[in-house]
């Protein structure tokens, strides 16, 4: 099997480092599973609009330059983005809460976040040594033992700490109806393994045991979570630019039941290299 679909631990790309000009960096709306939407805009940041029947929600708002090409693209598939009614956000770092408190004005939608997380926002809120926050308030707070729920959708939530120390990944189901197929769907909340380094962690409040605890996440547990269609959170961590449709409605392309244990395996790896005196050379 060619294996288009995959994680690998690249550079992010173009957008994240030209955050005044999203334009230049703009990608369409694309279909990643039957009622799932890619609506980011850019080619960073992943933003993913579900469609459950009894309103939207929306994972992760990307940056607030891009906030434009976000709503943009959202009215692009037909959708309002007042009709978001809830928003996960996967942690605390500004490119993926930037354009929170503008939908969260917009909607009145719910905002949902870990509660180790939200202490993480409310330390960096005001730092301005790397990008500004754009602040937002929390309204939720996830309990992994209690799913998210909305029409269609079963959300469950899992925390894997290590890329921030209240990352959080997502799980559910989505059935075609034109097929009848039910599709396994799932997103790493964090698995930029470039701050997971000691120096990192230490910079931004983070433990090392957090990384350790990341590499035995991915390798005891998440790699072996059965998933058809797996969601990055970066364009980048999923090969997509090279790979989006001509027809952006076919999600098909994403269906790789071999890429998200490839990735979990992969980056569990990158880390340990981090930390040899931990894991051996």
């Known amino acids: 099997m060619e294996k288009k679909i995959f994680y690998a631990p690249v550079n992010h790309p173009r957008c994240g480092d030209d955050l005044e ?64 009614k809830k928003i996960l956000i996967s942690h605390w770092h500004w490119d993926h809460v930037n354009g929170c408190a503008a939908l969260q004005a917009l909607s009145g939608a719910e905002v949902w976040i870990s509660k180790e997380d939200e202490v993480y926002h409310q330390r960096f809120k005001d730092d301005t040594r790397d990008l500004p926050m754009v602040d937002y308030t929390a309204t939720h707070f996830y309990d992994d033992n209690i799913p998210i729920t ?24 989505d059935t075609d109806e034109e097929t009848g197929r039910t599709y396994r769907c799932a997103m790493h909340g964090g698995i930029g393994v470039g701050l ?54 076919d999600y098909s392309v994403w269906i790789a039941g071999y890429a998200w244990k490839d990735s979990m395996l992969s980056r569990a790896e990158a880390v340990k290299q981090m930390y040899p005196e931990v894991y051996g050379k």
């Not at 939407?37 to 009894?54: I, P, S």
């Not at 909305?150 to 559910?172: A, D, E, K, Y």
């Open 150 to 173: 909305l029409g269609r959708f079963t959300i469950h939530t899992v925390l894997t700490p290590g890329h921030t120390p209240g990352s959080t990944s997502f799980r559910f189901e």
């Open 21 to 84: 000009h999203p334009w230049k960096y703009a990608v369409p709306a694309y279909r990643a599973a039957p009622h799932v939407w890619n609506v980011g805009g850019q080619d960073d940041v992943c933003a993913y609009l579900l469609d459950t029947g009894e309103g939207l929600i929306l994972i992760d708002t990307g940056y607030r330059a891009s906030l434009y090409l976000l709503i943009d693209r959202i009215y692009s598939i037909g959708y309002r983005p007042q009709d978001i």
């Open 196 to 249: 997971m380094t000691p120096e990192m962690l230490e910079r931004f409040g983070g433990h090392v045991e957090d990384a350790y605890r990341f590499v035995d996440d991915c390798e005891n547990k998440l790699a072996n979570w059965d998933v058809d269609l797996p969601l990055p959170s970066h364009l980048n961590q999923g090969n997509v630019l090279p790979n989006i449709p001509e027809d952006k409605s």
